[in-house]
């Protein structure tokens, strides 16, 4: 005891002894046997090498020594008290996971009941890229899914045209079909959703659309995916967009032809034990809740390697 | 009712769609009625420079300062880089001054133009131009001038950098990293200047003994890719010259109507897109042009 001195415990009984200027009623409030309470204040008394407590007959008083040293010993309770506090509640703390704003919420759903059952108190917190990104940046995220360029993409779902008319060519699309034809003012537009407005998929695009002799304005990002799909409902313009969202929307829905684009993702994380505990929990229910399909021929130690580091 | 305001205002939509940073002026020659948007913008002038060139020349054969027939010979190592005429001549040719005006002004030989350039330099353009009372237009330098620029030394594969280059390293107040299109040291000028000139070569007495040949020159212009299709019928006769360098497309020229009347137009451009060839932009400055034309015509009948 005296060799492995409990210093926190030794130092509760301290100053439970002290408040109440009682060796019993001290032991008590501390929660100990009288001769429990003893012993540790013997011990505390050892180590500091000087006695604590004056033992008169009818009371306890603290020595010249007992009263320099009681303050600090109060700090030591109260920031031990602090600390197991704490540990407390970052176990309690949800696992935040920055998600795309078209998600399945029923994947979502799924992935939180299989958290909650080991102990994840998962959250999704959807939001635009950029948002995600400086969400994940600042730390207000644990867990971001990121948009990444195909070849880090852990999950990708190939990008379409998608279109609200019966009409037109069927097969793949090219850009070259967007250009006006002379004396014709009206123009066709490309839709861009937030999601896809990300400079792999973009800066793509606008060359294309560049080398195809189109407008600029015929590649325009959309404030949101409704308001993309509604363009293409509502008239003649065309929405970027995955085979999934085509049909969720009603859309006829046409492959690239010019150049295969997708919309990948990777899972971003601060810490990589946190992510890949994650993968454990959220399994195959991801693909799903991306509504794209698993990318294989990427090694999970790459992966978890460059979620660790991606803060950039 | 359609107003000047909206004309306007839709003009400047077709060009803003199609990334262009314009200036046109339209003015009947005949009443003098004028619509335009940002007139006193200035711009590098590209090719368009070789109309106050072709100027010159001619009021330096009528001073009997040069001799139309004078023959020069022009060397294959001596060429400056151009798409079309002695550019692409593999062997020394002998021609005569007033031949060299027809490729320089119809077909934008830019060869041509350089040897014009010899015999009538950028200073004596300039002054010609002053003389002529056009203070909106200077020229500072011959054609290969421009051709020192970073986008000759590129090779063509990566052309598409040359432009965004050309397009981003523009400065504030018109000025450019690029010496050829900072307009303070380019050959610049506004659209306004330019629609002076023409108004100046069409009716100016002072420049009555040039006009004709002038405007026989600007009728034969080969480049009919930008302006001319939305202007040009046999009942509307376009007079022209065109300018085209790496973000920069421009056309002026007067469109003569079958009752009579004349219309001068100015179009100056610049792209944000970085891409060479654009259609697009093409078709839109010819729209803008035609719709301020429309305009001007009915409005003053």
């Given amino acids: 005891m005296a060799r492995h001195l409990d210093l926190r415990a030794a130092c509760e009984a301290f100053v439970s002894v002290a408040e109440r200027e009682s060796f019993t009623a001290g032991a008590v409030g501390a929660g100990v046997t009288q001769s429990v309470a003893s012993r540790r204040i013997a011990a505390l008394e050892k ?14 008083e603290l020595t010249e020594f007992g009263r320099g040293v009681l303050p600090s010993a109060i700090k030591l309770v109260d920031a031990a008290l602090e600390l197991s506090e704490d540990a407390e509640r970052s176990h309690r703390l949800p696992v935040t996971l920055g998600v795309p704003l078209a998600h399945d919420p029923a994947a979502a759903a799924e992935i939180a009941a299989a958290g909650s059952g080991r102990s994840m108190n998962v959250e999704f917190v959807p939001g635009l890229p950029h948002e995600r990104e400086a969400a994940f940046g600042a730390g207000r995220l644990s867990l971001n899914l990121e948009p990444v360029a195909p070849d880090r993409a852990r999950w990708a779902a190939p990008l379409g045209v998608g279109s609200g008319g019966r009409r037109g060519p069927d097969g793949d699309f090219y850009f070259t079909e967007l250009r006006p034809p002379r004396g014709i003012r009206s123009v066709v537009r490309l839709w861009l959703a937030p999601e896809d407005d990300v400079p792999h998929v973009r800066d793509r695009l606008e060359l294309v659309r560049n080398g195809a002799g189109l407008a600029p304005t015929q590649l325009r990002p959309a404030a949101s995916l409704t308001t993309a799909m509604a363009a293409a409902l509502g008239g003649d313009d065309l929405v970027l967009c995955t085979g999934a969202e085509a049909a969720v929307f009603g859309l006829r829905w046409r492959a690239l032809g010019d150049l295969r684009l997708v919309r990948g993702y990777a899972l971003a994380s601060r810490e990589r034990d946190l992510a890949s505990r ?11 809740l991306l509504q794209s399909a698993p990318v294989t021929g990427i090694s999970t130690e790459a992966r978890s390697a460059q979620g660790g580091t991606d803060a950039d | ?51 106050p060139l072709a100027l010159a020349v001619l009021q330096a054969i009528d001073d009997n300062r040069l001799d139309p027939a004078q023959t020069m010979t022009l060397r294959p190592d001596v060429r400056t880089p151009g798409l079309v005429g002695y550019c692409r001549f593999q062997h020394p040719t002998t021609v005569a001054v007033e031949d060299l005006l027809y490729m320089a002004v119809c077909l934008s030989d830019d060869t041509a133009a350089d040897a014009l350039f010899d015999l009538c330099p950028p200073a004596s353009v300039t002054a010609s131009l002053r003389q002529a009372g056009i203070t909106g237009i200077t020229v500072r330098h011959s054609i290969r001038e421009l051709h020192r620029t970073l986008a000759s030394v590129l090779p063509p594969e990566q052309m598409p950098q040359a432009l965004a280059l050309a397009i981003r390293a523009s400065t504030r107040g018109g000025g450019h990293l690029i010496p050829q299109l900072d307009v303070s040291s380019a050959n610049a000028g506004t659209a306004n200047a330019c629609v002076e000139l023409l108004d ?64 001068a137009v100015a179009v100056l451009s610049e792209s944000s897109v970085p891409a060479q060839r654009q259609p697009a932009a093409e078709q839109a400055l010819g729209l803008a042009a035609k719709l301020l034309h429309d305009r001007v015509r009915s409005a003053a009948a």
């Fill in chain 2, 200 to 263: 100046r070569i069409w009716r100016s007495p002072v420049l009555a003994p040039q006009r004709e040949r002038l405007r026989g020159l600007l009728a034969m212009n080969v480049m009919r890719q930008r302006l001319a299709p939305d202007l040009e019928s046999d009942d509307a006769a376009w007079h022209s010259k065109t300018g085209t360098f790496l973000h920069l497309r421009h056309e002026i020229g007067v469109l003569e109507h079958a009752d009579g009347r004349a219309m």
């Fill in chain 2, 1 to 51: 009712m359609q107003t000047d305001r909206a004309v306007i205002r839709d003009a400047a939509e077709v060009l803003r769609s199609a990334g262009l940073r314009a200036s046109i002026v339209v003015r009947d020659l005949g009443s003098g009625r004028q619509l335009s948007i940002a007139a006193d913008d200035a711009y590098p002038l590209a090719s368009v420079v070789k109309l």
């Fill in chain 1, 278 to 288: 994650f993968l454990e929990v959220a399994g195959p229910r991801l693909v799903e």
């Fill in chain 1, 47 to 60: 180590h500091l090498g000087a006695r604590l407590f004056e033992r008169t007959s009818r009371r306890v």
